[in-house]
């Protein structure tokens, strides 16, 4: 046998791939349709056309699918996005439509309101997509905090920008800080990305170009990743534990 024959994956992980991409797949369906909290198994399984312990053995539980749909739809999202417009040539704009890109799309463009409210009440994306290396805070880290360890910059780079947006876009569901614009939530979260390394001002400045950049992404994106970027998704497992 060759390198390349040992290297490449088995017929039975290649068939658990397979099921993974067709549930995924039509995880996104029922999770646009339900949201994730109002999802059954039951609805997804039989949409994939799957046994109904597929899910479990391929995933552990319905929180972890739905970190899967989630990166899924990130990895729809980043590949216009960077086509756009280039992390080196201009960090703080990109960081602007890299969050107004994503929040425009789930909440109002690509149909998936309830299914993001729901990942954030069930905080889908810190609880296991936190564990992969997250491309924006790793550029950030890359650009900005050279000198300071991992961890310390992964919680201002990653986790508390997270956590402001997160705050922000459940309680303005409930009612709160109306007059909080989708603008301005890119401006804080970016704001408390950057603190101490780009100033107030400047972030603030490039919010409207953001946003415009945003909206004519948004508006060119297919509503649904394809299966190849499922499949993707899939590739990347490890890192969902």
Known sequence: ????????????????????????????????????ERANITDITGTANVATGSLNN?????????????????????????????FDDDPVLYALVAVSTYDRFMLETGGY??????????????????????SLAMDLIRRYDQDIDLETSKLRSQFLPYMLGRTLILKKEEGYFNEITAGEIAFLVCQEALKGYVAEAEI????????????????RLPQRPSMETIENAVRMSIWIK
């Open 204 to 219: 603030r400045r490039r919010v409207p170009e953001g946003m415009r950049i945003a909206e004519a992404i948004c508006e």
């Open 58 to 86: 391929c995933f552990g539980n319905k929180e972890r699918l739905g970190a899967y749909v989630t990166l899924a739809i990130l990895m729809h999202i980043t590949p216009p996005m960077r086509s756009m417009i280039a």
């Open 113 to 134: 309101r309830r299914f993001f409210l729901d990942s954030l009440k069930y905080d889908l994306m810190f609880n296991y997509l936190s564990r992969i290396p997250n």
């Open 1 to 36: 046998m060759t390198n390349a024959e040992s290297a490449k994956p088995s017929k039975k992980l290649l068939q658990r791939q397979q099921t993974m991409a067709r549930i995924i797949d039509a995880a996104i369906t029922i999770f646009r349709e339900k949201g994730f």
